[in-house]
């Protein structure tokens, strides 16, 4: 068998493969979060969101807060990340056209919001 119809199989099958890939996969919410900080936006996105009523007074809403995470970068460094309940998580960007550091408490339900310094 020559190289060329080695090839042509090849591409036939690779093409076949996508294509079913593509309609297994169309409805689903699959996502591929192999870093730290995707995996963490994406479990905080997934729970149910807690604001106090202090910060509620801020003009921060829960649609607010969801699109801050989406856009916001994890600092690490400051973040409690050793707890077994609820993890202590630092996330910074920009909220309302101001640089914010937003303070969440991710437990095994919930995502509460502990403070918001802007």
């Known amino acids: 068998m020559t190289f060329i119809k080695r090839l042509g199989y090849y ?3 690779l093409s076949i493969g996508i294509v079913i890939l ?5 409805g689903k919410k699959t996502s591929c979060n192999y870093g730290p900080e995707a995996r ?9 969101m807690h604001i ?8 921060v809403t829960n649609e607010l807060i969801k699109d801050f995470i989406k856009k916001s970068s994890i600092n690490f460094s400051e973040s409690n990340t050793k707890k077994d309940s609820c993890k202590t998580y630092i ?9 914010t550091s937003v303070e969440v408490e991710n437990c095994f339900k919930t995502v509460t919001v502990l403070g918001i310094k802007f």
């Open 52 to 59: 106090p009523s202090s910060i509620l007074k801020k003009d």
């Open 40 to 48: 963490v936006k994406s479990q905080l996105l997934r729970k149910e």
């Open 22 to 26: 593509s309609f297994i996969f169309s």
């Open 91 to 99: 996330l910074n960007g920009y909220l309302i056209s101001k640089y």
């Open 11 to 13: 591409l036939i099958g």
